[in-house]
């Protein structure tokens, strides 16, 4: 009996002892990542993971949480899941390595500024070129920061908030359920972003599959569907002239890539009722995705256009629906009692909403960005950046 519980404990121990050598060579690979060469980079990862993610974007990848964290000093956390510690602030790290020690899974999470403040941020936020909107609300009540919180802006696919909104409202005035079924065919297919329209025509789809799809995914045809299935003239209820017609995905993608500069300025000139003719007679016209540009192309014109106090008022009421919770967006999860997002993006336009509770009864945060830039290309790295900052910022009770 004696021998068996010895031999038990030898064998708990030389687990032990594995486990923790693993743990250790994945903190030495992980602090061998931030403090290499960068022509010693590619040495450390699988080729499976080089196979989808380049050296090159890697390398721009630790420069980045160099240039704002500093030196890495130290790493706390076991089981492939730890926290970097550098000199100006923490960020959260996965990894998993190979049967040889090298890299095959690798995440960085939202870095946290030690000394980060609200007013370095909206400095920061100012420098961008291009128009800028800021807005944090707490209970949909303070506005703790609003830099031209009610200019309305191109906000890309974060107009499919107020899509969600009417199909609420639908199903609890019993005029569509969750369960009602719509049948995907060729005539009703956008484009993407999203997956149904690669999905096999004759589809059943139902009204809560679309929803999930069109703000979890941003799917342009679910978005498109539930349009149809709600009615556009339901949806113009709750926004203004400037966005009336209320666009499908698919009108817009019409406007901006299948008619000619002619019927472009004639439709950006109309009155609303000759716009609506306008959408009817293009309504058959394919859209080929290789004429689509990657430069800014209307954004001012031919867009959807909401504030971003309209945006965090939006996400508020929707702080109950299931579908914003599923994408969290430059939120971490785990973080958070409650975490909901929906964002926007196409060349010249990036929009970010997101919605934060830290703890079950407390405060709740909308958090809503928005840079439009209709010459050039946004920094979008640099948004992110921003933007995970005043997210950090909430979490640590800063703000």
Known sequence: MIKRIVLTFIILLVLTTAVTAQFDKEKEVLFKLFNTEENEVEILF????????????????????????G????????????????????????IVLNNVGKIKGLWFGNWILTEDDLAEVISEFKSITGAISVSVIKNNQDKILSY????????????KLYVLKAVYDAVQNGKISWDSLVILNQDN?????????????????????????????????ATDLLINAVGRENIEKYVTEINIPFLKTIDLLRLKY??????????????????????????NLPVKTSVMSSSPRLITELEWFFS??????????LRDADEIRINPGLAVKKDWQLVGYKGGSEPGV???????????????????????NPKQELDTDKITELTRRLISLIKQGKI
Request: contains cysteine; glycine residues 6%; aromatic residues 6%.
């Open 308 to 317: 971003t106090q309209e945006l965090c008022q939006l996400i508020y009421k």
């Open 148 to 159: 031209n919180s009610n200019r309305k802006m191109a906000v890309g696919s974060s107009f």
């Open 350 to 372: 990036l929009q970010y909403t997101h919605i934060l509770q830290r703890e079950a009864g407390g405060d709740i945060y909308t958090v809503s960005i928005t840079v439009n």
């Open 46 to 69: 699988d080729k499976s993971f080089l196979n989808q993610v380049s050296a090159n974007q890697l390398i721009g990848i630790l420069k980045q949480y160099h240039d704002q964290l």
């Open 189 to 221: 297919k956008s484009l993407a972003s999203g997956i149904l329209q690669d999905w096999p025509k004759g589809t059943p789809l139902t009204i809560k599959t679309l929803s999930n799809l069109m703000i979890s995914l941003s799917d342009n045809t």
């Open 258 to 283: 299948a008619v000619d500069s002619v019927i472009q300025t004639e439709y950006i000139k109309a009155g609303i009722e000759k716009r609506r003719q306008i959408l009817n007679n293009i309504k």
């Open 71 to 94: 030196q890495l000093k130290k790493i706390t956390g076991s089981s492939g899941d730890y926290t970097l510690i550098f000199v100006k602030g923490t960020a959260p790290a996965k």
